[in-house]
């Protein structure tokens, strides 16, 4: 093999480089990076072009540029405020120049060489530079006629540091092995591997520093992508399916049923999905779609297909309060479907399991359902509030209840199912993916069938990468008669408008919710300001019906509240988050939100997803005075867009794909070089490669480099991918 391959330089620990010693050690391994390989992909923020040094007496005012010096005298101060002054003046002989920072941890002492870079001024007659960038010249200095690499700092080592760990691990490492075949890397129009490492981090010129990028994102999405590819089909391999009855009489009569005609998109993904679910392989789907796009018949109509095939279906929710109003919600449902099991004597039944003999008795067409989280369970056929955790848990192992709405109190090693066929995991995203394959688990001799649905919107590209190994239905048609929500920013002084638009609104007939602002300390704190603004909005409102909700109410308080709201024996409901998702009220046509700018993107969104679901036009008032600009924007963005993908996209650019990862992609790193949206259609160059690639060679065999690759450079959460 020419060069060392990537795969290699991943077993080589940073203690090998040359001026790498213990203490470096652990703080690059403190920061993720723990071989040269690592190292070598730890890409520079920026470059200073330093390959031209300028003599303070013909250096040009005004514009980037550096110069260097030796430090003539340093000056700290004291300000005002806690503020610290420090300036250092340098000459090079030619002329003199102060610098001057008000960072108090700058380090500069006298009789140093330095460079400093940075726009040059004159002031009172002298030279002067603020806050310049400044090294410290050493005897070889990597600093001087050339383009100056700036790396990110890791684990407390700065850029001159990483700056020379990587140029004294660069040499040893190379040439490195190039792993991509030559035709792909001309058809992709992409530098070789060898180049792209060298010169991302010391180019001759900076525009030579483009194409390296380039490459080694695509090489990052190139990885992430087979390694979904991977698990892709991995998945259709080795699961053993459940053959499931779409022909059945629960679901249609179900459908029969419901009030209105299931839109085009949802008879699509309904019968994408009745595909999957008579196969013989595993469903691994993703139901995605905008807020009141209709995913909760969906959903419904593959839980009754699973029960209706003599299999148990399992909901997971993300909270307890999601879970809860999904199991009202499906209770509802079936309810009017006329699928409610009869009600048991609950006295009779007292601690006895198994209350049916034969769970596949005929009784008609019904489900019977469970709801159990940490704590609550309850069941639709006895009364409400007399189910005892015990027997429930006993239902469910003995199959007398078909139908399960929780949280992950359900992926619990405890908790055992008769025959679970069927799982749908509501918003995925707040789950690691490998909570999805436990519950999975929870099947013994089979795979039952799992549908993911996410309210959320993802931008393409994201959910290119975070659900990259599933197949997607997409809800893109919204029920018929929906006119979008008008959203107005107000300032807090105007509450007056919000009390009359209300008022207004009630007087036509319609009810109003009025959100309570975010407390992050903790809920007990948003409990109080729930109730406060609750008290304010009674004492505003004379003659209006005002009710309060919050998550600390039991959930058969939460019910009651619901239900007033529900049949109108309520004008107003003020409320914390709790109602953000999966409460609705056509009636309802006023969303007021206190202190918008505290709630991130899609909570807005989902909170304004609350009204509009009538016929009757609504408005959203975002109420706030944004102290930062990210809120400012936040506002400005859901002023502009009803549209939940464009929000979406808009959301990762205020936030950055950081912050979005680290929280959700539970088992693949965190990406380092790539940027999904600016890098969108690199990512697809990068898909499309992948999975065609694994199409021809599924175990990647006569690919051993790349695998090792992927597995050197992804970590131990894709080891599995490789098991056999
Ligand atoms: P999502 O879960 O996607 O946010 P829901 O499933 O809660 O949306 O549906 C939103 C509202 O639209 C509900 O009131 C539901 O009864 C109604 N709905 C769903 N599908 C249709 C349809 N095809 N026609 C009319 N109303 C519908
Ligand atoms: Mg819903």
């Not at 480089?17 to 390989?37: E, F, N």
């Not at 900076?206 to 590819?229: G, H, I, S």
């Not at 699973?306 to 209770?331: C, D, I, K, N, W």
């Not at 704590?375 to 848990?393: C, Y």
Request: charged letters at 25%; hydrophobic letters at 45%; proline letters at 5%.
């Amino acid at each position: 093999m020419a060069g060392r391959p990537l795969s290699y330089l991943a077993t080589i620990p940073t203690d090998q480089v040359k001026g790498i010693g213990p203490r470096s050690t652990k703080k690059l391994a403190d920061a993720g990076i723990h071989s040269v390989a690592d190292l070598l992909l730890h890409p520079p923020r920026r470059y200073l072009d330093r390959s031209q040094i300028f003599d303070l007496a013909d250096v040009p005012l005004g514009e980037e540029v550096t110069v260097g010096g030796t430090v003539t005298s340093v000056d700290k101060r004291r300000l005002k405020g806690n503020r610290t002054m420090i300036d250092a003046v340098i000459t090079d002989g030619t002329n003199f120049l102060r610098a001057r920072w008000f960072n108090p941890y700058t380090k500069v002492a006298q009789g140093w060489d330095v460079v400093l870079s940075g726009k040059v001024e004159r002031y009172q007659g002298s030279l002067q530079m603020k806050s310049p960038d400044m090294e410290r010249m050493g005897s070889e200095s990597l600093l001087i006629g050339r383009v100056v690499p700036f790396h990110p700092s890791a684990g407390g080592l700065g850029p001159a540091a990483m700056r020379r760990a990587i140029w004294n691990a660069l040499p040893r490492s190379r040439p490195i092995h190039e792993v991509l075949p030559e035709e792909m890397l001309d058809r992709l129009d992409l530098v070789d591997r060898d180049y792209a490492i060298a010169n991302i981090h010391f180019p001759e010129t900076a525009a030579e520093a483009q194409p390296a990028r380039r490459r080694l994102v695509f090489d990052e999405l190139f990885r992430l992508e087979l390694a979904l590819a991977l698990r892709k089909q991995k998945l259709i391999d080795e699961t053993t399916g459940v053959v499931h009855d779409t022909s059945g009489e629960l679901v249609k009569r179900f459908l029969a049923a419901l009030p209105y005609e299931l839109t085009g998109a949802q008879l699509k993904a309904i019968a994408e999905i009745e595909a999957d679910l008579e196969a013989d392989h595993a469903m691994h789907r993703l139901l995605q779609g905008e807020v009141g796009s209709g995913k909760t018949v969906v959903a419904a109509a593959a839980l009754l297909t699973g029960v209706q095939s003599g299999f148990q279906a399992a909901v997971m929710a993300p909270t307890e309060v999601l879970a809860e109003q999904h199991y009202l919600g499906f209770r509802d449902l079936f309810e009017s479907g006329g699928l409610a099991p009869p009600i048991e004597d609950a006295g009779a039944l007292d601690g006895q399991a198994n209350l049916f003999a034969d769970p596949s008795a005929d009784r008609g067409p019904s489900v019977r359902m469970a709801l159990l989280t940490a704590n609550s369970v309850e069941v639709n056929f006895l009364p409400p509030g007399s189910a005892k955790r015990p027997d429930v848990v006993q239902w469910i192992g003995d199959g007398t209840v078909e139908l399960v709405v929780g949280t992950h109190s359900l992926i619990q090693e405890s908790l055992r199912f008769e025959r679970l066929g069927i799982a749908v995991v509501d918003e995925q995203h707040r789950f690691g993916v490998y909570q999805r394959v436990t519950l999975r688990d929870k099947a013994d001799e089979y795979d039952p069938d799992l549908l993911i649905m996410t309210a959320t919107p993802i931008p393409r590209t994201y959910a290119m990468t975070l659900y990259g190994d599933l197949e997607v239905s997409t809800l893109d048609e919204m029920p018929p008669g929906r006119i979008p929500v008008t959203t107005r920013h107000l300032a807090l002084a105007d509450l007056g408008a919000a009390f009359s638009l209300v008022r207004e609104e009630v007087a036509a007939g319609r009810q109003a919710f009025v959100v309570a602002p975010l407390v992050d300390e903790s809920d007990k704190i948003e409990v109080t300001s729930a109730t406060e603004e609750y008290e304010r909005f009674s004492s505003e409102l004379v003659g209006l019906r005002v009710g309060l909700m919050h998550g600390q109410l039991r959930p058969a308080e939460k019910d009651a509240v619901m239900h007033r709201f529900r049949d109108g024996d309520l004008d107003v409901l003020v409320a914390t988050t709790v109602i953000e998702v999966g409460i609705d009220i056509p009636n309802a046509t006023v969303m007021v939100i206190l202190d918008a700018d505290r709630f991130g993107l899609s909570q807005l969104h989902q909170l304004r997803g609350r009204v509009g679901r009538g016929s009757d036009p609504a408005t959203c008032l975002l109420m706030a005075d944004p102290t930062t600009d990210e809120g400012s924007a936040r506002l400005g963005a859901m002023v502009a867009t009803t549209d939940g993908f464009r929000l979406a996209e808009e959301d990762l650019r205020i936030r950055g794909q950081g912050t979005v990862f680290g929280t959700r992609q539970a088992g693949i790193k965190d990406l380092k070089m790539a940027d999904i949206l600016r890098d969108a259609p690199l990512l697809i160059e990068a898909r499309r490669e992948a999975f065609a690639l694994v199409a021809g060679d599924p175990g990647l065999e006569s690919h051993s480099e790349l695998a090792a690759e992927v597995r050197a450079l992804l970590g131990a959460d894709v080891d599995w991918l490789f098991r056999s």
